[in-house]
């Protein structure tokens, strides 16, 4: 019964940002992180789409999402969600964020088929930075 309760107790300090020290009697406060930031960051994957005829951004988009929602799930798609921010020349730059890049990268080799044509998805550099892969690609 005691020990049922301490260990409410302590959860319930734990989970408001109590810590107790029992060898020097204090009480102190646990600060949660401001590295809030880190989870939200970008990455760019700078992706070559060999294909016979033209492919439209949109479709690709589609076409990546249906590949992560399939291998991975729609949670894993919902924590990643990849989208084609450019697409010039048979180069794509998919945007994610640092969580799930490796959940897409994973998935490209899904992407075999995009309206009735065979399509290759070779990744070939993740950056941090849109202007950097910009620059891969060769638009900025």
Do not use: H
């Not at 044509?117 to 892969?133: E, H, L, Q």
């Amino acid at each position: 019964m005691i020990a049922s309760t301490l260990l409410s107790v302590t959860s319930l300090a734990v989970s408001i940002g109590l810590f107790i020290d029992l060898r020097r009697k204090k009480l102190l406060i646990i600060k949660p992180s401001k590295n809030s930031a880190v989870r939200k960051t970008k990455r760019y994957v700078v992706v070559d789409v060999v294909s016979k005829t033209p492919i439209d951004t949109s479709t690709l988009e589609t076409n990546v999402r249906l590949a992560v929602t399939s291998l991975f799930g729609q949670v894993w798609l919902d924590i990643s969600n990849p989208k084609v921010i450019y697409f010039v020349n048979s180069k794509a730059i998919i945007s994610t964020n640092r969580v799930g890049y490796k959940v897409v990268l994973a998935s490209l080799p899904k992407v075999a088929e995009v309206s009735d044509n065979n399509v290759i998805v070779v990744p070939r550099k993740i950056t941090g930075s849109v202007k950097k892969a910009k620059r891969l690609v060769g638009i900025g």
